[in-house]
């Protein structure tokens, strides 16, 4: 069974409070974007890395890639308006492979675990839809129409991960959906079809890096 990653790192470096995209920003001696795809060479003996980068950042990775000698995958496409469109564009650069398994991960996700990676591959081999969740421990309030807020059970809810990770033909038939605004994740998008999710367990440390403390945390 073929396995592919589509790791998608259209990020404009806007709430980083710089210039450069944050997926470029340096952590533990090289860019952000580097350390996610070792995480999944190191976890998967075969994959298939298809990255998806804005247009305009092609020569600046490759020149990145130089400088650290590091291996870039062969497979680059252009980011799109929304990440519904990128990861559209990254499934384009696939094959029709009805026995494979495709996983799509937030570039700027250097810390999940070789343990989540595969516990999402396996699960999804048996023709399931995946998403590595973790628990809420923090408590959660709604806020209601009139202002007021109200506690909500913790353990009803999880915290969503990635890689969301799905057949390669179940996630292509579901990106030939026409775009929606309720679409916020892979997962969401597979849904609108009817099909049903199932959780598998993440790791703690593999939060989205998206403000300047995140950079902090070590590999």
């Known amino acids: 069974m073929n396995s592919y990653i589509i790791i998608v790192a259209g990020g404009k470096g806007l709430r980083m409070g710089g210039d ?8 533990s001696g090289k860019p952000i974007l580097m350390h996610t795809i070792e995480a999944f060479r190191r976890a998967m003996e075969v994959i298939e890395i298809v990255l998806v980068l804005p247009a305009a950042q092609h020569d600046y990775w490759q020149k990145l890639c130089k400088e650290y000698n590091f291996r870039s995958p062969e ?3 252009n980011g799109g308006e929304t990440r519904f469109h990128s990861v559209r564009n990254g499934l384009n650069l696939l094959p029709d492979d009805a026995e494979a398994v495709v996983g799509i991960h937030d ?4 810390f999940v675990s070789a343990e989540t990676i595969r516990r ?3 699960t999804a081999s048996e023709g399931k839809a995946v998403v590595p969740v973790v628990p809420v421990v923090e408590t959660v309030r709604q806020i209601l129409p009139d202002g007021s807020s109200v506690t909500r059970p913790r353990d009803e809810y999880r915290l969503v991960q990635t890689p969301q990770t799905f057949p390669l033909a179940l996630l292509k038939e579901a990106y030939r959906q026409p775009y929606s ?3 916020t994740d892979d997962a969401s998008v597979v849904e609108a079809m009817g099909r049903e999710i199932t959780m598998v367990e993440g790791n703690r440390e593999n939060i989205k890096i998206t403000t300047p403390s995140d950079l902090t945390f070590k590999l």
């Not at 450069?20 to 952590?27: A, D, G, H």
């Not at 570039?107 to 250097?110: A, S």
């Open 20 to 27: 450069i995209p944050k997926q470029f920003l340096p952590i």
């Open 75 to 77: 497979r680059i496409a």
């Open 107 to 110: 570039g700027v996700r250097p």
């Open 120 to 122: 999402c591959y396996a």
């Open 181 to 183: 605004e309720a679409f």
